[in-house]
């Protein structure tokens, strides 16, 4: 057995990037602007666990959401950007449904250099709805962070109904094999098993660790069935969690370091917009 | 990584039905608390959950770990609702059994049900705390087979008040009520415990909440180790904002009082 420590993570020669977080909204009208003091405490959790930049995302857009209120969340990512450059980085989150979807990516990710998409459930990575904003990112060689999973209990199925599960990401993948698809925390709740299973059918996809699932043996068998060069460092909120999860991986230097960030970096290098 | 050595309050050997675990048996659990400076664990058998007769598990555990009697303080495991358990809390209180551990939605008996406040009695009779864990895994990704329930938290803090005379330890805890809330009065006034896996020391700092509402004595470490992975625990406590005194408590001191150690 491996277990790194913080020292480990401090020593990397490049930053370690968290490449799946998010920014809240202040007060409960879902349009409402950045909430600076959680927004600072990201950052405050950063430091304390050696977290270089993390790219975000506005949380709880739920169900139909529709232009104003995708477009304001994106706008809370801007802040948060602006109020932290060096530190966070911006995901533009869409409902692939909305006829503006297409416009909202273009004002943020090339406009505003918003690293690429984030999707929620909605709808399906492999549904046709979907397709045009993948052919975008793909021309743009921009990742699409995809919130996804396999839910077991009936409860979480039934409120995520049109969640991405890992052979859905199969489907994309196979279509769009240019696209650089991240299906989002592998402990976000749901059978990870299952979902590395079919992740060994889609070998352009990606696959962040985020999630507040610990389980023991999880990212070690998710290398076991991707291989190091496909695994993202990701917290989703779970930050002494997810570190441990990095530093108990049985990794070797380099594998601990591609885990870390540059696998993420790669990907943002790719970026041709 | 710290030079307080830790009691990790919440392990297990042994066997999970649902899904296959690694360095499950005494020999690895000791590789995993030698590297991390565990002086003793707390270890219940993950078998003895789902066994209809879960007494066999706690005699497995006993078997494998007295080699190391100084390095592992066990947990009994009991069902209320099973034939016999009075005879087998005996046996394990004789033994050495530090503490009962139950699993009522595992078992099927309800928490604040008559089969429930006989076995609180008998614990407390012995001596002995009673662990229950707030899940074992995330009904998020439940086998199909496996419990839909988790524990109702409000339900043991209503239990506890029944048996004034008993101490609870809830593993696997959730306490993340915001400050200030009237879910903390009435955990002051009885006598739970919390092992801190499942909280934070950042953002929600669910754990400084809870050492601010309850005190640091009230707060145990624990691993959950071999279902979850070790590290999560020990960078919540390193990077949690409290003095040493507080860790020390955290980490040992509290476990130690605990467990009459």
Not at chain 1, 213 to 234: K, P, S, T
Not at chain 2, 31 to 54: E, K, N, P, W
Not at chain 2, 174 to 187: E, H, I, M, R, Y
């Amino acid at each position: 057995m491996r277990y790194r420590t913080l020292d480990h993570v401090k020593r990397l020669d490049h930053p370690v990037i968290d490449c799946h977080m998010h920014v809240r909204h202040r007060g409960e009208d879902w349009r409402g602007p950045l909430d600076e003091e959680y927004c600072d405490g990201i950052i405050d959790a950063n430091d304390r666990l050696g977290i270089d930049v993390s790219c975000v995302a506005p949380i709880r857009l739920t169900g139909d959401r529709r232009y104003e209120d995708f477009h304001a969340g994106n706008d809370r990512v801007r802040e948060a950007m602006q109020r932290h450059p060096e530190r966070i980085k911006g995901w533009c989150f869409v409902n692939s449904g909305d006829p503006k979807a297409l416009d909202e990516i273009t004002r943020r990710v090339r406009d505003e250099r918003f690293i690429g998409v984030k999707l929620y459930n909605q709808y399906r990575i492999d549904e046709p709805v979907v397709e045009p904003i993948i052919e975008r990112c793909i021309e743009w060689q921009v990742p699409i962070l995809m919130h996804a999973g396999r839910p077991t209990d009936p409860a979480t199925r039934a409120r995520q109904p049109r969640i991405s599960q890992a052979d859905h990401f199969v489907n994309a993948a196979t279509r769009f094999p240019e696209a650089l698809l991240i299906e989002g925390h592998i402990g976000g709740g749901g059978d990870w098993e299952w979902s590395l299973k079919h992740l060994r059918e889609a070998p352009t996809v990606y696959l962040d660790i985020s999630g507040s699932v610990l389980d023991e043996w999880m990212v070690d068998r998710a290398v076991d069935a991707l291989g190091i060069d496909r695994l993202l460092f990701a917290t989703d909120m779970t930050f002494e969690g997810s570190m441990g999860k990095a530093l108990d991986a049985d990794l070797d230097d380099e594998g601990f370091s591609k885990l870390m960030g540059a696998n993420f970096q790669a990907i943002l290098d790719r970026r041709a917009v | 990584m710290t030079a307080v050595r830790p009691i990790d309050c919440n392990a297990f050997l042994g066997n999970w039905a649902f899904r296959r675990l690694r360095r499950n048996d005494a020999q690895e659990l000791l590789a995993m608390m030698d590297h991390f400076g565990i002086t003793q664990a707390c270890v219940a058998s993950a078998d003895a959950i789902l066994y209809r007769d879960c007494h066999a598990g706690n005699e497995e555990i006993f078997e494998e770990t007295r080699k190391h009697a100084d390095r592992f303080w066990l947990y009994a495991t009991l069902n209320p609702a099973y034939a016999g358990w009075e005879r087998d809390l005996a046996s394990c209180a004789e033994r050495g059994f530090k503490a009962v551990r139950l699993y009522p939605y595992y078992h099927e008996y309800a928490l604040d049900g008559a089969d429930a406040s006989r076995i609180i009695d008998a614990a407390t009779e012995a001596g002995l705390p009673v662990s229950i864990p707030g899940r074992v895994v995330d009904v998020r990704q439940r086998h199909w087979m496996d419990t839909k329930k988790n524990l109702d938290v409000d339900q043991l803090i209503r239990v506890a008040g029944d048996h004034p005379n008993a101490t609870f330890l809830l593993t696997e805890g959730l306490l993340n009520a915001p400050p200030g809330d009237d879910f903390w009065s009435k955990v002051r006034g009885v006598n739970v415990y919390v092992e801190m896996s499942r909280m934070t020391s950042v953002l929600a700092n669910s754990i400084g909440t809870t050492i601010d509402e309850l005190g640091a004595d009230r707060m145990l470490f624990g691993t959950g180790f071999p279902f979850k992975t070790p590290s999560p625990a020990f960078l919540k406590i390193q990077i949690l904002e409290a003095d040493a005194a507080v860790k020390q408590q955290i980490l040992s001191e509290n476990a130690k009082r605990l467990f009459g150690a």
